[in-house]
């Protein structure tokens, strides 16, 4: 999944969760992608988590969430 940050100034992305997620990017510049991996979900429950990016005094959070596998 890529994800495009759109700023008109530097980002910063912390992510907090469950989730076995990786970022390619934890910041940036005005325009910059970040590609997200998220990883096999192999336990028996829902998987959640949030990435939380900051620019400048704006702050937006992105809620995840990854189902269960089918059984």
């Known amino acids: 999944m890529t994800l495009y940050?759109?700023?008109?100034?530097?980002?910063?992305?912390?992510?907090?969760?469950?989730l076995d997620l990786s970022m390619s990017l934890k910041a940036g510049e005005s325009g910059e992608a970040t590609v997200l991996t998220i990883g096999e979900n192999t336990s028996a429950s829902q998987l959640s988590g949030s990435i939380s990016f900051t620019a400048g005094s704006s702050n937006c959070v992105v809620s995840l969430t990854q189902r269960a596998p089918l059984k």
């Not at 759109?6 to 992510?15: D, F, K, L």
């Open 5 to 18: 940050v759109v700023s008109s100034t530097a980002w910063t992305a912390s992510y907090d969760g469950q």
